[in-house]
Every structure is written in structure tokens, then in C-alpha cells.
């Protein structure tokens, strides 16, 4: 079982920073591919990043240019830098994995509404609130 957990959230202002942290109870992060996604109330989750095994990325629309998704083997983290936030950046923030599978391609389905269903494993979340 893969245990994942999220730190970093924080209130910030609007143009600002923040990064969140993802620590997984795994030997090798290279061996799965992580995803951040977020949810307000009553909404779905909505894919933001992924990275997969091999270190590709791919990001939503709203957060291109904005937000970078990176690992660190070593210490078996992955990371969500957010530059320039906005108000509608804030929401809870989830880390989610899956088991890489080159041949799943994951990144491109970042768009896709079951996006969220590929990931078997979560983290309790981490909340992010920008005000303008």
C-alpha cells in the first residue's frame, strides 16, 4: 500500500508563491507516476500536473506557465511549485500515484473527466487559499 502525504499549503496573495510537497512510501518515485489535482466543494477533482516515470510532464491548461511538477528520488518526494497565484488557484490539493506503465499514457489524460480514476492511491490533501 502506497501511502502518500501532502505539505505546504498556505494562505498567500494573489501573485505570489508557494510550493507543496508530496512524501511517498515507496523505494522509487521513477517507478510510478504522480499527479496533483485539486477540488473545491462540491466540484470533482481537476487534474493540474502529472509526471510520469520517465520525468515527462504535462499540465492543465490553467496552470501552464504557472505551476511546474518535479521529483526527488532521493528523497522520494514530488513537487508542486506555484508561481503567479490567483484567486481561483485556491482549493485542497491532492497527491495521487499510480503504478508507471509506459504504454498507459497517462500525461495525455490529464484532460480526460476520468483522469482521476487512474490513480488507486491518495493523500488526505493540503489547502491552498490565495486572496486577491
Known amino acids: 500500500q502506497v501511502q502518500l502525504v501532502e505539505s505546504g499549503g498556505d494562505s498567500a496573495q494573489a501573485g505570489g508563491s508557494l510550493r507543496l510537497s508530496c512524501t511517498a512510501s515507496v523505494d522509487s518515485v521513477n517507478r510510478y507516476c504522480f499527479a496533483w489535482f485539486r477540488q473545491t466543494p462540491g466540484k470533482e477533482h481537476e487534474g493540474v500536473a502529472v509526471i510520469d516515470g520517465a520525468g515527462y510532464t504535462n499540465y492543465a491548461d490553467s496552470v501552464k506557465g504557472r505551476f511546474t511538477i518535479s521529483k526527488d528520488n532521493a528523497k522520494t518526494t514530488v513537487y508542486l511549485q506555484m508561481n503567479s497565484l490567483k484567486p481561483e488557484d485556491t482549493a485542497m490539493y491532492f497527491c495521487?500515484?499510480?503504478?508507471?506503465?509506459?504504454?498507459?499514457?497517462?500525461?495525455?489524460?490529464?484532460?480526460?473527466?476520468?483522469?482521476?480514476?487512474?490513480?488507486?492511491?491518495w493523500g488526505r490533501g493540503t489547502q491552498v487559499t490565495v486572496s486577491s
Open positions: 495521487a500515484a499510480v503504478l508507471y506503465d509506459p504504454r498507459a499514457s497517462t500525461l495525455a489524460g490529464l484532460y480526460a473527466p476520468t483522469f482521476a480514476s487512474r490513480f488507486p492511491y
